[in-house]
């Protein structure tokens, strides 16, 4: 007798549910494992790999389920490579068990149902791509947030949990800031290779903080997330505390939801803010325009060695950014050679504009695509007796008042008349006082702003450089 095999839908299956087809959309997907099969069994296939990877299912608005397929090497690379986030599949004759029954369910994603679905290649069960003609309802599910808003942790409250929070799990709505270049990494136990997307994400509560991507499935959807304009919702993401930067940054585990743009009112309010938001760190330099800082109070003396000691070295310590007064010779000052002394920023948004850029291009600045601000950005190197210091900026207002030019008249200058302004300051030994933005998560190095330059005296020097 031929078994009947009917439609569920996932608030309907129970622990005696037999025969019977799912429909719905994948919303999360687990990188594939492999394991010897000798220490799982004593049959015929004994000793040869095999694999297992789960999918979390979700047909309604309300309802997800997790389903778990095990088989041979080559039928799960096989379902790895042609079933990803995003599409509708048929599964159908899964084995029901109980979630709390198997103990691996504590690291599968959260679901909404009391069962889990399973199967494997030889006990008849199979998995298709759905091509039904409500295809396009199944999809739209994709938006739907696993959680409330309300169930979801500010960045700040995160950052501010410091250490002591390390390895806890929570829910987050942020907004992709920056996406940085994939990284190829060797496990050094296994040789295999394997990819690293690092995310920058922000909310209204804090500028940027790191999330590291390792599952293949989003290391390749990232490449569709698009800066400022990508929403997500992530459940189960790892709190990490990051020992060289030493500041928390995110992670996925094996139960992390991505849902990307959800559709939730709240989503919507953190776009606009992040439209809106001004400090963006797009360029080096952007977080050195501002003169913040009074330089009357920099009064601690460093010498080169000591700068980079704290910056990056022994001295480092958990503080952001520290201030210093340093006496050293301007060793590169190119006012009047290649190098690329001023840039620019939108007045509107803020937004720093590259060197290819003539206008900015941003949605909200289109009636006045042209409001442009240009600005003294001159990179400086320093060395004293304990070393160098490369590429520190002299920007905005502090460059102004060290020239006593204007940017604008500047630029008016003959090369001659640039020449003898750079030898007031080359080869001279001055007094620098700087702040210093050590490097982290959310910036890729060391910054050095320079507050305040004038020539130093002699006297001054003596009675106050330091031997180390």
Known sequence: MTDVIVTK???QISHDSRNFIIVGVIIAKSDPKFF????????????????????????????TINSTIWGSQFIIDSYDSQFHIGDVVTIT?????????????????????????????????????????????????????????????????????????SGRSVNVLVVVQNIRA????????????????????????????????????????????IPLTTVLLITDVR??????????????????????????????????HAMKATGQDSDMTSSLTSNAIDPNTINSVMTIQQILDRAEGDLKDDQEQFAALCYAVITKFDLDGYSRITSRKCLNCKTMLRQSEERCNRTECLHNPYNISVY???PVDMTDHTGTLSNCRLTSQAAENTLNCKVEAFLKMSDLQKGKLKWRFLLERCALKFVIKRKSPIRFQTMVSIVECVIAKPQEVESKIKVY
């Open 93 to 165: 004759k899964a084995k029901v068990g109980p979630v709390g029954h198997d103990k691996s369910e504590q690291f599968k994603p959260t679901t909404t149902s009391a069962f889990s679905l399973s199967f494997a290649e030889q006990d008849g069960s199979r998995i298709k791509l759905y091509e039904g003609h409500d295809i396009d309802q199944f999809k739209r599910l994709l938006a739907v947030a696993p959680v409330p808003a309300a169930e979801t942790y500010p960045l700040a409250d995160i950052a501010s949990g410091g250490q002591s929070i």
């Open 182 to 225: 994939r990284k190829q990494i060797v496990i050094a136990k296994t040789g295999k290779i394997k990819y690293l997307r690092e995310v920058i994400v922000m909310d209204a509560s804090h500028a940027g903080m790191s999330m590291k991507f390792w599952n293949h499935e989003y290391v390749e959807r990232i490449e569709k997330w």
């Open 36 to 63: 010897d099969s000798a220490s799982f069994s004593s049959g015929n296939d004994s000793g040869s790999a095999r694999g297992v990877i789960t999918l979390t299912i979700r047909d309604s608005e309300r309802d």
């Open 239 to 272: 709190i990490e505390y990051n020992q060289y930067y030493k500041a928390i940054c995110l992670g996925m585990n094996s139960k992390t939801i991505v849902t990307e743009d959800p559709a939730i009112e709240e989503g919507d309010h953190l776009l606009v």
């Open 9 to 11: 839908r996932i608030n």
């Open 376 to 378: 003294f950005d001159i």
